[in-house]
T-cell receptor, first 114, second 118 residues
């Protein structure tokens, strides 16, 4: 089955640690995205990538980093510089250059700072 | 500037009745797409329905229809014959026109929590 896989589902981080969230897709989509969701809030864009080896900052990129070495993979690192990392993180992908196509989402990773 | 506004933080509907979830948007683009997603308590985002800015007819997908009023910049979701499984968060989203660049990204509203009562 084609889809997007995020792992882990739950992640706990100590203060001052970096953690990496995995996102893999087998939909052959060019574009991939990372969103953050806080309780009672909508989704806010962290980073996006429209092609391998290229990515752009979204609205709330500070304290996060990404890489796009393969078309299928778009990992997100939450660095110690992120002041309030506890949130629900969603990865998505979509076809590029076609406005009508919806984004497909993974199941999400819930990150908690302990 | 906020581009997607959902003014109803929470809604209640009786099972088997219809419900309308409001969404207004702001864009200066002539070409854009509007989407509705459902997010159950498990967290995944489920695509429901799409409306293109040039589509003359309102989109429909099963029990979901989109009441698109372009002049008012509104794209309300109508769910007919509500079911208990419809209880979830519902998000309106917009993708502005243009290929590549930030205009391809989905911008989300803050959502409406729908509760269906038996």
């Amino acid at each position: 089955d084609g889809g997007i896989t995020q792992s882990p589902k739950y992640l706990f981080r100590k203060e001052g640690q970096n953690v990496t969230l995995s996102c893999e897709q087998n939909l052959n989509h060019d574009a991939m995205y990372w969103y953050r969701q806080d309780p009672g809030q909508g989704l806010r864009l962290i980073y996006y990538s429209q092609i391998v080896n290229d990515f752009q900052k979204g609205d709330i990129a500070e304290g996060y980093s990404v890489s796009r070495e393969k078309k299928e993979s778009f990992p997100l690192t939450v660095t110690s510089a992120q002041k309030n990392p506890t949130a629900f993180y969603l990865c998505a992908s979509s076809r590029q250059g076609d406005r009508a196509r919806e984004a497909f989402f993974g199941q999400g990773t819930r990150l908690t700072v302990v | 500037a906020q581009k997607i506004t959902q003014t109803q933080p929470g809604m209640f509907v009786q099972e088997k009745e219809a419900v309308t979830l409001d969404c207004t948007y702001d864009t200066s683009d002539q070409s854009y797409g509007l989407f509705w997603y459902k997010q159950p308590s498990s967290g995944e985002m489920i695509f429901l329905i799409y409306q293109g800015s040039y589509d003359e007819q309102n989109a429909t997908e099963g029990r979901y229809s989109l009441n698109f009023q372009k002049a008012r910049k509104s794209a309300n979701l109508v769910i007919s014959a509500s079911q208990l499984g419809d209880s979830a968060m519902y998000f309106c989203a917009m993708r502005e026109g243009g290929y590549g660049g930030s205009q391809g990204n989905l911008i989300f509203g803050k959502g409406t929590k729908l509760s269906v009562k038996p």
